[in-house]
């Protein structure tokens, strides 16, 4: 397992004008039956938010769910936090 899998990826997404203050994070896991899961969560920044996790059969699969992700979260202007 590399590294990459154990480091989740955060995004946020602030507009004073709108009120909006939110949080996305991103992450591959594999889990204890040998499949992956790609675990997202996300909401307001402050709170707790929601999660949710995706299980897929192989490590390629997960890699271009979370590249998807990743690209759809862009898109919709969110900004990637190092």
Known sequence: ????HSL??????IDPRNNMRRF?????QPNLF???CVMRSW?????LGQSLQQTVLDEASA???L???VAVRR????EEVA
């Not at 397992?1 to 990459?4: D, L, P, V």
């Not at 996305?24 to 591959?28: G, V």
């Not at 898109?75 to 969110?78: A, D, L, N």
């Open 24 to 28: 996305y994070t991103l992450s591959i």
């Open 67 to 69: 590249r998807r992700l």
């Open 34 to 36: 040998g499949e992956w």
């Open 63 to 65: 890699n271009a769910l």
């Open 75 to 78: 898109k919709r202007g969110y």
């Open 1 to 4: 397992m590399s590294n990459q």
């Open 8 to 13: 989740p990826i955060h995004f946020r997404k």
């Open 43 to 47: 909401g307001r920044i402050g709170t």
